[in-house]
């Protein structure tokens, strides 16, 4: 009991500590109203600015709505023209009754057209055909030309060639005579060998070419005494004597073979003359050539022959060699056996003749139904 009670000195103390929470309660509530009033006004800012935000994009998408409004007036304005185009455009046009009336023509028109292609394209083909067989014709007619003017296999070959072509591509069962004469004429060409006639006139140009350096077999003496100098003794004597030799040389010649057939030496004037007779021989053999003249091309040859023996020396190299050349070329064809295609040119005309009536039936039958239905539609 003593423990528990306490003197009042040390009680009265207990008594006043809660005195001191009491005057901390007004501060409280003041801190508190100045956070709420700025909580207030902060909210008010940020109403202000949201305020301020809005109006700034209601400016904006008024804006916006003001352009596409005069965009869409623009529009309007473009359609109302184009409104104003088609109007017009359509108020041109015909009536419904006319458009149906040339509607009837346009179809008429094309039926029309229609037959007209089907005749041409009737007539047309049978002209085709025609053009055709007259080309291949033709062919013959310069094939046989060529044979027998310029003598030309290989021409004459091509354009037999191409003649049965043609009637190949007719496929005409009537055409086997006609075939057959070309196979024929083919195979007969075949046969005949073609001169050489370039090979000849180049040959013989070359023998022109040749014709130039042909010379006399003996030259002309080029001692002039040298070799009696040594007979005489040195002084005047020497020089006078060489001088007297070389005057005399000019006019004797010593031949210690004198057995043999001594021709002149051809020199000058007369070596010139001689040379362009043998030109001339070999030009108009060259000419005999290319125009496949068997006689002249003899003929001219064998002058060459005779102008290479009468004027020139055989020991000659140059001339030998010319002889033995001009002899070898003499024997060489230009002229040849032609093949006659007079035959088979009457039998492709013959040929042509037996087609024209049946071609000409033809186009009439496909020509009378074209004109029975014009016929018909034309009430």
Do not use: C
Request: proline residues 4%; aromatic residues 4%.
């Amino acid at each position: 009991m003593s423990e528990t009670t306490l003197p009042k000195d040390e009680v009265q103390p207990a008594f006043e500590a809660p005195a001191e929470p009491a005057t901390a309660a007004p501060q409280r509530r003041g801190n508190g109203l100045v956070i709420l009033a700025l909580l207030l006004g902060a909210a008010g800012v940020a109403v202000g600015g949201w305020g301020v935000w809005q109006v700034r994009s209601l400016q904006t998408n008024n804006q916006q709505q003001l352009g596409q409004l005069q965009a869409l007036g623009d529009q309007a304005q473009t359609l109302k023209l184009n409104e104003q185009r088609l109007t017009a455009r359509l108020e041109q046009l015909p009536a419904a009754e006319e458009l149906e009336d040339r509607r009837r023509l346009v179809a008429q028109l094309q039926g029309d057209q229609q037959r007209l292609n089907q005749r041409l394209e009737t007539v047309l083909g049978a002209s085709r055909k025609d053009w055709r067989l007259a080309e291949a014709e033709h062919l013959l007619r310069l094939a046989s030309l060529r044979l027998s003017a310029l003598q030309d296999i290989s021409s004459a070959h091509a354009l037999v060639q191409g003649a049965d072509e043609i009637l190949r591509e007719q496929n005409d069962p009537a055409s086997f005579a006609a075939r057959e004469q070309l196979a024929k004429s083919l195979a007969a060409l075949r046969s005949t060998e073609q001169p050489d006639r370039t090979g000849l006139f180049l040959q013989l140009g070359a023998l022109r070419d040749q014709v130039v350096e042909l010379s006399a077999l003996a030259p002309e003496y080029q001692d002039r005494g040298e070799s009696l100098l040594g007979l005489t003794a040195d002084g005047d004597g020497a020089s006078r004597w060489a001088q007297w030799w070389d005057e005399i040389s000019r006019y004797i010649r010593i031949d210690f073979n004198a057995g043999k057939n001594i021709r002149p030496l051809l020199a000058g004037q007369s070596l010139i003359q001689v040379r362009l007779a043998l030109s001339l021989a070999l030009e108009q053999a060259q000419w005999a050539a290319l125009n496949g003249q068997a006689a002249v091309y003899t003929q001219a040859l064998a002058e060459a022959r005779d102008v290479l023996k009468s004027n020139f020396n055989q020991d000659n190299p140059q001339s030998k060699l010319m002889l033995e050349r001009v002899g070898e070329l003499s024997k060489q064809p230009v002229t040849v056996i032609t093949p006659d295609l007079t035959s088979t040119l009457s039998t492709v005309q013959a040929y042509l003749e037996r087609r024209t009536p049946s071609v000409e039936e033809s186009v009439n039958t496909s020509a009378k139904p074209a004109a029975n239905t014009e016929q018909e539609t034309s009430p």
